[in-house]
């Protein structure tokens, strides 16, 4: 069973920057679409960012622009670089499998302080 473990999140400025990182275990993510989402307090969880197998990518209307989602399959890692960071971003990220998605991991916090 494939298991995904979000981190890199953590307290910025708005204007600021993070970049979060989703490895996998126990299988490979080249095989698969990924998907960055994200889940504020009192609000249902949004998918923002997605990578194909094949490397397409797209975005969530929110963040398109200031967001990038990345693979680097050599280390079975899907990143999402995040810019010019708003409050409204500050909520719990998660990685999944866009297809047959897993249990829900932990996720990772990013808040975005005015």
């Known amino acids: 069973q494939v298991q995904l473990v979000e981190s890199g999140g953590g307290l910025v400025q708005t204007g600021g920057s993070l970049k979060l990182s989703c490895a996998a275990s126990?299988?490979?993510?080249?095989?698969?679409?990924i998907g960055w989402y994200r889940q504020a307090p009192g609000k249902q969880r949004e998918l923002v960012a997605r990578?194909?197998?094949?490397?397409?990518?797209n975005y969530a209307d929110s963040v398109k622009g200031r967001f990038t989602i990345s693979r680097d399959n050599a280390k079975n890692t899907v990143y999402l670089q995040m810019n010019s960071l708003k409050p409204e971003d500050t909520a719990v990220y998660y990685c999944n499998k866009i297809f047959a998605p897993i249990t829900w991991g932990q996720g990772t916090q990013v808040t975005v302080s005015s």
């Open positions: 126990g299988s490979t993510i080249s095989i698969t679409a």
């Open positions: 990578i194909s197998s094949g490397g397409s990518t």
